[in-house]
């Protein structure tokens, strides 16, 4: 098929040599079965072409399931991709079918597959080889026909020499590998990609947009974009909310950059899905949304310390709970002796300082045997 045409079917943007490249390969090994191995950094289209790679196969009718394997807790992970027998561990009180059977002639999406422990990286090489896996609990081997796309922002050949991924399955992932390179290395995307999200989020919430002046295209084409094109998409999308009915000016975009909060937040995603599965969705949602939390915290501390060393200096000492960061205990302690230091041990404005009561801070003064 004609690449620009494929490009608009599957909502691909972009006419760097890369993404015409990309979609050149999509498009050779869409009607195999072949394993496909996306790399890339967060936000620089993986899912797109994943989405793209399912659509122009031959199981393009039939589900895409998508299973974020980061955000999935090492123990649950194996039931959640094989599904388990009814009373096979504590909570599993009733059959459930796995992400592998669910998507049975369809395509499964493991989404940062770098993070999928060792052990199940094991029982996937097994259905990659021969279609073959058994739900937790059972010796009974099951058959599922699913073409696996893997996705990782890791470089997993770093991954497999700290011996945190099997060298055997990355051989197998990445007889095909896509990958697709960060925004900043292909800035002449940038502009097409402004166009299409201006015009899709304008069209489908009727908002009008008096465009960008000269300095703020600069901006727009020289900001390195560390969240890549999820980035670009939520400026573009708070811009054309908040910056309405006036021409855009480069310290307007200026406000919108550096937000971009670090999760992928892909989500196992599957079509008609059960209020038991809903449920799980949520759950994941809230794990994820709690992972990024603590990346945000770990960031804001990073930066706070590089900016004002002395005011972080006790946070970066030990102790430590093991492997070289801060235990929570000790943060909350930290932050209490500080607050009592700034205020001079007056008890009531530090409580406010650090938004808890008088009668906790007591407490915790005691907890910690701060006196
Ligand atoms: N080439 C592209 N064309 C159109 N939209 C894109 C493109 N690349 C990324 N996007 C959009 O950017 C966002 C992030 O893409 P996604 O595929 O989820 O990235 P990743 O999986 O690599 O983190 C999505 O909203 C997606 O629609
Ligand atoms: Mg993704």
């Known amino acids: 098929m004609d690449r620009e045409l ?44 994943a989405r793209a790679v399912h659509a122009a196969s031959k199981r393009g009718k039939k589900p895409i399931v998508t299973v974020n394997c980061g955000a999935i807790p090492e123990g649950l992970i194996e039931s959640e991709l094989f599904g388990h027998e009814k009373g096979s561990f504590t909570s599993a009180v009733e059959m ?7 998507a049975d002639e369809g395509t499964i999406l493991l989404d940062e597959i770098g993070e999928m422990p060792l052990a199940t990286q094991v029982k996937l090489l097994r259905v990659l080889e021969n279609g ?37 399955l990355y051989f197998r992932l990445r007889s095909v590998n896509i990958h697709v390179p960060a925004l900043r290395d292909r800035k002449e995307d940038i502009p097409l990609l402004v166009e299409h999200f201006v015009k899709d989020f304008a069209s489908r919430n009727d908002v009008r947009f008096q465009g960008f002046n000269e300095d703020a295209t600069e901006l727009l084409m ?3 974009w560390p969240g890549n094109v999820r980035e670009l998409r939520n400026v573009i999308e708070s811009m054309l909310v908040l910056e309405k009915g006036k021409k855009v000016t480069a310290d307007d975009v200026r406000k919108y950059l550096h937000r971009e909060t670090l999760a992928d937040r892909n989500l196992p995603m599957i079509v008609n899905r059960t209020a038991e599965q809903a ?54 302690r930290k932050m209490i002796m500080n607050a009592l230091e700034r205020n001079r041990n007056n008890r009531r404005l530090a ?20 006196q």
Request: charged share 30%.
């Open 6 to 49: 494929f490009k608009k079917q599957h909502g691909i943007i972009g006419q760097s040599l890369e993404i015409r490249e990309i979609v050149d390969v999509i498009q050779q090994v869409a009607p195999t079965d072949i394993t496909v191995l996306i790399t890339g950094e967060s936000g620089v289209g993986k899912e797109v072409i």
């Open 222 to 224: 020289n900001y390195d």
């Open 279 to 332: 449920e799980r969705e949520l759950i994941y949602r809230a794990l994820i949304e709690l992972k990024t939390n603590i990346e945000e915290v770990k960031q804001l501390l990073k930066r706070r310390s590089v900016l004002h060393p002395e005011a972080t200096s006790t946070l970066n000492a030990e102790p430590t709970n093991g492997n070289g960061s801060i235990t929570l205990d000790e943060m909350e």
């Open 96 to 102: 459930r079918k796995g992400y592998f059977e669910i």
């Open 132 to 168: 073959e896996f058994n739900r937790v609990g059972s010796s009974l081997p099951r058959k599922t026909d699913v073409r696996v796309i893997a996705a990782t922002n890791k470089v997993l050949d770093d991954e497999v020499q700290q011996k945190r991924f099997r060298p055997d």
């Open 351 to 370: 409580a406010r300082e650090l938004n808890i009561s008088e009668r906790t801070l007591y407490r915790k003064i005691k907890e910690f045997g701060l």
